[in-house]
């Protein structure tokens, strides 16, 4: 993917998340609803980044580790790592054991 075309996938993602939040509105009367993107090269939007800062400080604030936020961040790459490693497997042909002999 070019640069250029990555930074219009980019802004498209950024822009048009806040467009998809009004299907959640009837959540916001007993909800608090705010949708994170995360791109696979690390990209969060900016309510993502600013629920999760928050997130991430009200944990620190409870447990009295300043690393939870760190932890916290660290969790969702992973998330992502695991994601991406199960799409490239679910890409290769199944095969059973005497195949592969």
């Known amino acids: 993917m070019s640069l250029t075309r990555g930074w219009h996938v980019n ?3 950024f822009n048009n998340n806040n467009n998809n939040n009004s299907k959640y509105d009837i959540l916001s009367q007993s909800y608090l609803f705010v ?3 995360v791109e ?3 990209a969060i939007n900016e309510a993502g980044m600013n629920f999760l800062g928050d997130l991430g400080r009200r ?3 409870h447990t009295d580790d300043h690393r939870e936020s760190a932890f916290l961040f660290q ?3 992973i998330l992502i790592q695991r ?4 799409a ?10 005497e195949e592969d002999v």
């Open 59 to 61: 944990i620190t604030k």
């Open 88 to 97: 490239v497997l679910g890409t290769f042909a199944p095969t059973t054991p």
């Open 40 to 42: 696979t090269m690390g």
């Open 75 to 77: 969790r969702i790459s």
């Open 35 to 37: 949708s994170v993107a």
């Open 11 to 13: 802004q498209y993602m």
């Open 83 to 86: 994601f991406n490693a199960i």
